[in-house]
């Protein structure tokens, strides 16, 4: 049996601002080009189908037409929910789906019900598990505690008491979506700890032949049988290194066989610059960046003016702008006000923390008439009287 393994769509996530839903839809359509190429069997997807519990309409108008296409195609499909899915809306319609050959998997009393299928050397069960609140779950399961490994530790024993009354050489595939042990992170997937324990011990799912896991947005391997496939496109800077894509798995009579990473299509490539402003601006060898999105950290001593405008000159998909001078300057320590410095002295001091140089004369100036159209509305005035005297 041939499987690929995906999972963490995000559908209708932005980055910095900049709508994905149409590199989604590109992903979409690679994702079933794989399924016919390499003649895959079984799709998994293994949680985050959405990025939020409430998902904007083009977000599900583009889920209904991947699981559509997917329900058309030569493969069977298991998704399961992850932590940014509202359960109850990604499986409505879980039974109907069931018979187009796409199987929701969202409710954890189900984890004990595999979606059956057969290939040439017999029974493989496919045992979706959602992703699982150990609080919403400690008094029904009667778990021992509020981690996220207990939760899962009893979610598969149910699947091995129910794999253990299957025919015997029955194969087994796992899909979870959990923050496992030994794994790195990055800055885009939603904290999932509770009680400080968020994160399972990979041992939890011995028995099975194949984990596909979701949730940590980097492609990652625990063990030949144990692995992240990642999200499929980059949602924050940290993941400019990632190699974004799925899984193809192969099942053999006695269970996992191979794997093989395949990478999917990158909208536009990130990349992270360090320097000063003027360095990046006039060295030849960032032209290979100038059409990524940038995240830009500038070290001049001096915070440059417009300094975004000019990244964007020469690199228009500048998209996170930074500073953090090599050498800076101790912060101005302005006196309180009622020492009998005037509003306009207390924003000069400010521009030239900030800055790391003082405001010029039109600037000063400019503030100054800010500051005075401030005070004239009472209210305002008032507002900055109690701030200061509190």
């Known amino acids: 049996m041939r499987i690929l393994h995906t999972s963490d769509w995000h559908l209708g996530r932005s980055f910095h601002r900049e709508g994905l839903i149409s590199a989604q839809a590109v992903y979409v359509d690679h994702l079933l080009d794989v399924v016919e190429r390499e003649r895959v069997d079984l799709v998994v997807v293994a949680g985050d189908v959405y990025d939020r519990a409430l998902p904007q309409v083009d977000a599900v108008r583009l889920a209904d037409e991947a699981f559509a296409r997917l329900a058309g195609s030569r493969a069977r499909v298991v998704v399961t929910s992850g932590n940014h899915d509202s359960a109850q809306r990604l499986g409505f319609g879980a039974r109907l789906m069931d018979a187009a050959g796409v199987h929701l998997r969202t409710d954890a009393a189900a984890v004990a019900r595999p979606v059956l299928l057969e290939d040439a050397h017999g029974p493989v069960a496919v045992y979706g598990i959602p992703y699982l609140d150990p609080q919403l779950l400690r008094e029904p399961w009667d778990l021992p505690g509020r981690s996220h490994e207990a939760a899962l530790s009893e979610a598969m024993r149910r699947v091995r008491a129910d794999l253990a009354q299957r025919p ?87 269970g996992y066989a191979s794997a093989e990473f395949v990478e999917a299509p990158v909208p ?57 001078p090599a050498n800076p300057s101790e912060p101005v320590r302005s006196s309180p006000r009622q ?9 000069l001091d400010f521009v030239a923390d900030l800055r790391g140089r003082p405001a010029s004369d039109a600037e000063s100036a400019l ?18 009287s109690s701030g200061a005297d509190a």
Do not use: N
């Open 168 to 254: 015997a050489g029955t194969r087994s595939v796992v899909i979870a979506h959990a923050f496992v042990a030994g794994c790195a992170p990055s800055d885009s997937e939603r904290d999932i700890s509770v009680g400080g324990v968020a994160m399972v011990s990979s041992s939890v799912f011995y028995g099975a032949d194949y984990v596909a896991l979701g949730h940590l947005h980097g492609s990652q391997v625990l063990g030949e049988a144990v692995r992240y496939s990642g999200s499929p496109l980059a949602y924050s800077f940290s993941e400019a290194d990632h190699r974004k894509g799925s899984w193809l798995v192969d099942l053999d009579e006695a």
């Open 339 to 347: 020492a009998g410095r005037s509003d306009h002295d207390i924003t």
């Open 268 to 324: 536009r490539r990130l990349a992270v610059l360090r320097g000063e402003l003027d360095a990046l601006l006039g060295d030849p060898a960032l032209t290979v960046h100038e059409s990524s999105w940038l995240q830009v950290t500038l070290t001049d001593d001096v915070r440059p003016s417009q300094a975004m405008a000019r990244l964007r000159d020469r690199f228009p998909h500048t998209l996170s702008l930074g500073f953090e």
């Open 367 to 384: 503030l100054a008439e800010a500051v005075d159209a401030c005070c004239e509305d009472p209210e305002v005035d008032t507002l900055l």
